[in-house]
């Protein structure tokens, strides 16, 4: 049984009905795959069941660029006719893609209409791992232009946060944390060039990865925003993540081992940004989740990491040139840019001219960061200041207003990208009128075992509700 008072059961009622249907959404991934690989559910099944909730909710969310309901239905039932499906570690389990990846006989918009292109003609590396697995791609999710701002929204559409639609579900990869935080997938791909998977899970209340940097593979755009790009995985329960993650790697999933003694863990809430500190519930949080390490037996000390200016002005400067680095590869005419795209692909332009993307700045401050684990093995902030943005057409709105609304709510995660090394996010905490509170870990390079494990040790112990209550698919009707 999860926080959200129980978790559904395909068992019960006949696979192919509506009740059935019910049931099976809300499983969580490692369930979903279970019961198909025993021949208790098809992937069919699975795959409609969720086709159908994304149907039922999406139209208030807005996740999904693209919904592959024919094409996922005949590829569930390529799984389930597989000689292989007994040993799928995602056997039939439905899945979102974010919108800059390529996904065959699909069209990857990297969320510009400036990008015209017909549909892909092979899977990118992460999407090709997924199906091996046996995982079914549902749909594209959304992302803001060019994956570069911290919500999601574009002409004619807001996505929004299923915890509070009046919110954003942050981004670059909002659209794929508002699919599964309203329960239309267990988990979802997305990737982190500044926080782009941390920020959504931060705001919609899931677990997520970041791993470091040449774990799993990139092909994110024209560099990966020179090395600091990472894909990942959006999920609701440490298991997942762990499962998700291990695929995207190319490694047999199991359970994260133990790291055989107490953990001695450094905690700091000292902003990066000097005038943009936590929140009080944030600041709670955090101090909730040091009682429960202590609880645990784990060591926590107050240590601020060396997060320099010039740590700082390098990663700005990496975002900057992303831009119009990106924007060069993919072909785009800078004209049809939003204007808030064009001026930072402007000034990405000088950025480079000027040199000013500097190896040395990223490898010295790696190697400051790496001698902070010396004697530490985790580090503990916050992710964010306070709630997530407000849902609005942040394109309509200049480069300044964005990058200043993005810089003061999420000052804690630009600096992990830099250096290279893996962060995860969690739930720890909810805000009584609205969406979760969350947490971030930092480890050293190889650290991502570890901290998948300080995951699903602190759900063991306080575990989070799965899903925003008005979407909530595991909710008993009344």
Known sequence: ???????????????????????????????????????????????????????????????FRVVRREAALAEAAAVDASLTRFALPLAGVPVAVKDNVQVAGEVCTDGSPARESGPERRDHEIVTRLRKAGAVVIGITRVPELCLYAATDGPGTVTRNPWDTARSPAGSSGGSAAAVASGCVPIAHGNDGMGSLRLPAAACGLVTLKPGVGVLPGGIGADDWS?????????????????????????????????????????????????????EATRAAVDAVVNQLRAAGHTVVRRNPPVTPAAAAGALARWMAGAEDDAEFLGLDRARLQPRSRTHARIGR?????????????????????????????????????????????????????????????????????????????????????????????????????????????????????????????????
């Open 1 to 63: 049984m999860d926080a959200s008072g129980g978790v559904g059961t395909a068992r019960g009622g006949a696979p192919g009905d509506r009740a059935g249907r019910q049931r099976i959404v809300g499983l969580p991934a490692t369930e979903i795959a279970a019961l198909v690989r025993a021949g208790e559910l098809t992937a069919v099944e699975v795959v409609r069941a969720h086709l159908d909730h994304v149907e039922a909710v999406d139209a208030r969310i807005g996740a």
């Open 227 to 279: 090395g600091m790009a990472v894909n990942g995985a959006l999920a609701t329960t440490a298991a997942d993540l762990a499962v998700a993650h291990a695929v995207l790697a190319g490694e047999q999933p199991a359970a994260p081992a133990a790291p055989g003694r107490p953990l001695r863990v450094a905690v700091s809430t000292r902003s990066p940004l000097p005038g943009a500190g936590a929140d």
């Open 350 to 478: 000088l950025v480079r001219r000027l040199g000013l993307v500097r190896p040395r700045t990223q490898e010295r401050f790696r190697q400051r960061m790496v001698a902070f684990f010396d004697d530490v093995d985790l580090l503990l902030t916050p992710v964010t200041t306070g709630p997530p943005l407000p849902a609005r057409p942040w394109h309509e709105r200049g480069f300044l207003a964005n990058i200043t609304a993005n810089a003061r709510w999420a000052p804690w995660t630009a600096a992990w990208n830099l250096a290279g090394i893996p962060a995860a996010v969690l739930p720890a905490a909810t805000r009584p009128d609205g969406p979760p509170v969350p947490v971030q870990f930092v480890g050293p390079p190889g650290a991502e075992e570890r901290l998948l494990w300080i995951v699903g040790e602190l759900e063991s112990r306080r575990p989070w509700r799965r899903y925003a209550p008005v979407f909530d698919p595991t909710a008993t009707p009344a």
